[in-house]
């Protein structure tokens, strides 16, 4: 791998079967086909660490890796790309981010993301997180929707960083979950670790990391539930996995969802409600919510119909 390529890896799975090469990579790096294929044309993916033709179909527990091409320069291009900005100041932003978007640049994804979109919206951006996370101090996926906090000079970074870290800041979740909870409340205790079968995806494992999830149902109906989590820790897809570890998907989870989701929803079903941190320079306890996104609250207003 060169400077200017990051690494994916993972294992094609029993599903994977009588699938082409470029049409699984694809499908698990977010390039397109045609990209896939020059990648794998130009002898950037292997399989078991060797070449295959891009029309080869990798058998179950066969491992792919690609290197996967980054902007040459290692600059973010800025774009002018519209943000619901709830607040701002001299030293930070809170940003409403939109299902759909990717926080900053990353195997697959080089333009349309947050991090272009702060590039082009503020003169100022904190660099502590390197070029290519212009101002970004924690992240959400891309299918979750919600409060984001930006800093834009590397104190307010630091002093957010270390409020994450410290678990001093507040972080709470809206989201729709399959099933009938025998609990209306409670606490997830369980290691994350990524999966050994699976970079993609994030696994429950005693071997993990600590990742503890508070969860509240809100509303329940008759085949899911309106629910509010809080995150202690802050783990890659931690409320995806707890929730589903706990027999409750969340409704249209591409990875860690029910075969049996016919919600038609584009995507998990969470939102970032709720944010409240101490002002890096004022040392003001400040707190923002932002409104649930229409397909989610159509969504959750279809389901309060029937429920009547």
């Known amino acids: ?89 001299a030293s930070i932003a809170v940003i409403n981010k939109p299902r759909g978007m990717v926080v900053h640049p990353a195997g697959g994804h080089w333009d349309n993301t947050l991090a272009n979109a702060l590039m082009y919206c503020f003169d100022s951006l904190s660099s502590a997180n390197g070029n290519m996370r212009p101002g970004i101090v924690h992240r959400l996926d891309k299918d979750t929707s919600g409060l984001l906090i930006v800093a834009k000079t590397d104190a307010a970074h630091h002093n957010l960083s270390e409020q994450f870290k410290n678990r001093t800041c507040v972080k709470l979740y809206r989201a729709l979950a399959w099933g009938r909870f025998k609990q209306t409340q409670g606490t997830i205790n369980a290691n994350l670790a990524r999966s050994a079968k699976n970079r993609k995806r994030i696994a429950v494992t005693p071997q993990g990391r600590t990742a503890v999830t508070t969860y509240e149902v809100l509303e329940q109906f008759k085949n899911c539930a309106y629910i509010q989590c809080g995150l202690l820790t802050g783990r890659t897809h931690q409320i995806r996995v707890h929730m589903a570890h706990i027999g409750h998907p969340l409704l249209g989870d591409p990875i860690y969802g029910t075969s049996l989701d016919k919600s038609g929803f584009n995507g998990q079903a969470l939102h970032s409600y709720y944010l409240e941190i101490t002002h890096p320079d004022t040392s003001k306890r400040m707190s923002f919510t932002a409104p649930l996104p229409q397909d989610m609250s159509s969504l959750l207003e279809k389901l309060r119909a029937q429920a009547k």
């Open 1 to 89: 791998m060169t400077p200017s390529s990051s690494s994916l890896e993972f294992t094609a799975l029993p599903e994977d079967a009588q699938k082409r090469l470029d049409v699984l990579l694809a499908e698990k790096s977010g390039l397109t086909r045609s990209a896939s294929a020059s990648l794998i044309d130009s002898g950037n993916v292997l399989v078991n660490g060797q070449q295959k033709p891009k029309k080869y179909k990798p058998a179950p527990g066969e491992i792919i890796t690609a290197s996967l091409p980054q902007p040459k320069d290692g600059n973010i291009i800025p774009q002018n790309i519209a943000l619901d900005i709830i607040y701002q100041d």
